[in-house]
């Protein structure tokens, strides 16, 4: 027992805990470590592979939703919306994307987004497709620097920046019907379109972008021709009515049609950006090969109602020329009123054959007018009441000359046909009006009453009595006539054969006067011959014919 233990008695010893420090890590840190690892090596990986995050801001974001919407380039995804946000000014759609990483080489300031979603353009009708699976923004990518923040088109462009062909410009007086996404063709095939137009640095013309895709860009050379060919053209001629449509989507969207004459010969086609006309229409493209016009004016005296700047002038129904101006001229001075109709005669549509210098422009129309050459106001159309000048030879016209004083010359001008009729009747109505109508319709009240009263009288009704005895007694003396004339015609008849039997073809007459005359004309002959023989020897009178030849 502890309590009967002496102070002396031996103490058991408590054993001592040794504690030893122990080196290295514990293996329980090492799943926390390798999952910090892995945390790390996640974040990293998702970082590498992401790409950039880009702001596009675009005017309304019908269809887009932040975490849905995609970014594609050709239907393939490379990134994703992440929000979708409004502008401080309210005037703006700020939309934040996150872009693939292969992606991210591509975000330059030459690349370009849009919305896709249905669309009805003069293209045609385009993001059909979104109905179903909802709106997404297509990119496509440009050159330039790199750059993170975008301004979004709000329509899709024409064309890709990766898409073959060339782009052109076309410079018009008028758009007409053509728009954006308007269908370029050649001999009736698309082959490009309309990229955009904008007016020209003068103001008065408008520049056209078109772009012809590959291989077609080979059919554009320096001579092709460019028309507007939207909706119907509609032409008269000697055959008929002429309607000429390019294609239904022309009609309805505008287009541009383009030809090259002499497509077939080598050459090389025309480079990126070159300038070309746009023509109004085909016909005009046929009259843009007459580039010379030598100015003249006229003045007409009459109304040039109908008469308008682009008019023809005809000579015998064949085009010379235009009016190039119609205007009005006051002379205060002179207190003249006089209307110049300006022409352009266009010397490449005449053939001069002779002599060069007659082909002179004024050479040439200085003889004409002596001629005769004058200028006349003619219908065009008899629906529109559209005039024409026509030149023509009047014969009958009062002398003059090409009045080469003026700038530009004068050629003088005949009425038209209607005036010369107008005032024919005018100055047959003032003669009739000069007439003493009055005292005229009272001699003829006179002479008709004075002619009645002569019908009527006594001795006029036995005057005609005693005429028409008279008329019934030469009848008869008539026919006594043709009784005792009857032989008488009968013995000239018989008179006249015998004297054909003597004078006639084969008559002895006829032979023996021939026979005579034959005679005289041998006689005469030696008569000729004698008379120059005494002409050369008068001596021969007294000495004979002896001795000489």
């Not at 077939?264 to 300038?275: H, K, L, Q, S, W």
């Not at 308008?308 to 235009?322: D, H």
Request: charged share 25%; net charge negative.
């Amino acid at each position: 027992m502890l309590g009967n233990r002496g102070s002396g008695s031996d103490v058991t010893d408590v054993p001592e805990v040794e504690v030893a420090e122990r080196r290295g890590l514990s293996i329980v840190w090492l799943i926390p470590l390798v999952a910090g690892a892995i945390a790390i090596w996640l974040g990293y990986s998702t970082l590498r592979d992401q790409g950039p995050t880009i702001t596009i801001t675009f005017e309304d974001a019908e269809g887009l939703e932040a975490g849905k919407t995609k970014v594609k380039y050709k239907e393939v995804e490379v990134g994703l919306v992440e929000d979708v946000a409004i502008s401080e000014d309210l005037s703006q759609i700020i939309v934040t994307a996150r872009m693939h990483k292969e992606a991210g080489p591509y975000m330059n300031d030459g690349t370009r987004f849009w919305i896709v979603r249905p669309r009805v353009g003069a293209g045609g009708v385009s993001g059909l497709g979104t109905l179903l699976s909802g709106a997404f923004i297509e990119v496509d990518p440009g050159a330039g620097e790199a750059t993170t923040a975008f301004a979004g088109l709000e329509e899709p462009p024409p064309i890709r920046s990766d898409e073959a062909g060339r782009r052109y410009e076309l410079h018009a007086d008028k758009l007409g019907s053509v728009a954006r996404g308007s269908p370029v063709y050649y001999r009736s095939v698309q082959v490009g379109q309309v990229l955009g137009y904008e007016l020209a640095d003068d103001q008065e013309n408008l520049v056209v972008d078109i772009f012809v895709a590959a291989p077609h860009d080979q059919l554009v050379r320096d001579n092709s021709r460019f028309w507007n060919a939207s909706g119907i053209d509609v032409s008269f001629g000697a055959e008929g009515v002429n309607v000429a449509v390019e294609s239904l989507q022309a009609l309805l969207a505008g287009g541009i049609a383009f030809d090259t004459p002499a497509i077939g010969r080598p050459g090389e086609p025309a480079a990126a950006d070159t300038v070309f006309p746009l023509f109004e229409n085909f016909r005009a493209v046929t009259e843009s090969r007459y580039t010379q016009k030598v100015p003249y004016v006229v003045y007409f005296d009459g109304s040039v109602r109908g008469l308008r700047a682009g008019a023809p002038v005809e000579f015998r129904g064949m085009r010379v020329g235009s009016v190039t101006d119609v205007r009005l001229e006051i002379d205060p001075e002179q207190d003249t009123v006089r209307i110049p109709v300006t022409l352009g005669i266009e010397p490449q549509r005449i053939g001069v054959v002779g002599d060069a210098r007659s082909a002179e422009p004024y050479v040439m129309m200085a003889a004409l007018v002596e001629r005769g050459l004058r200028a006349q106001l003619k219908s065009g159309n008899l629906i529109t009441g559209e005039l024409l000048v026509d030149l023509d030879f009047h014969p009958e016209s009062p002398p003059a000359t090409l009045d080469r004083s003026a700038e530009p010359p004068q050629i003088p001008s005949v009425p038209t046909q209607l005036e010369v009729l107008t005032a024919s009747i005018t100055e047959v109505l003032n003669q009739l009006a000069a007439l003493p109508l009055p005292e005229l319709i009272a001699d003829l009240r006179r002479t008709v009453q004075s002619i009645e009263v002569l019908a009527s009288s006594p001795d006029t009704k036995g005057g005609i009595a005693a005429l028409n005895e008279s008329a019934n007694r030469l009848q008869a003396l008539l026919g006594t006539l043709d009784q005792r004339l009857a032989p008488l015609l009968t013995r000239a008849d018989a008179t006249l054969a015998s004297t054909q039997t003597l004078v006639g073809e084969n008559s002895q007459l006829r032979y023996d006067v021939r026979d005579l005359v034959r005679e005289l004309t041998s006689a005469a002959r030696s008569i000729r011959v004698f008379a120059d023989y005494l002409e050369r020897h008068p001596e021969a009178l007294l000495r004979g014919k002896a001795g000489y030849p």
